[in-house]
């Protein structure tokens, strides 16, 4: 029963977002990639009706005075 613990945890972990369309889950980005400013950016696709999207995730950095 470890194991299946330790999928739930690895699970929790990754990027989750839902389908802007018909609401399905996307667990994984088909593809990401970083950017300038600390940014990365993932493209996503849902399985269930196809539709592809994208977000941009952009991590806290000090700013520089
Ligand atoms: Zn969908």
Do not use: N
Request: glycine share 8%; charged share 30%.
């Amino acid at each position: 029963m470890e194991l299946i613990r330790d999928v739930v945890k690895t699970m929790r972990a990754r990027p989750l977002i839902e389908c802007a369309q018909c609401g399905g889950r996307i667990y994984i980005p088909e593809w990401s990639e970083c950017l300038e400013g600390g940014r990365v950016r993932h493209l996503w696709q849902c399985e269930a009706c196809g539709y592809a999207f994208e977000t941009t995730v952009r991590f806290a950095e000090p700013v520089e005075a």
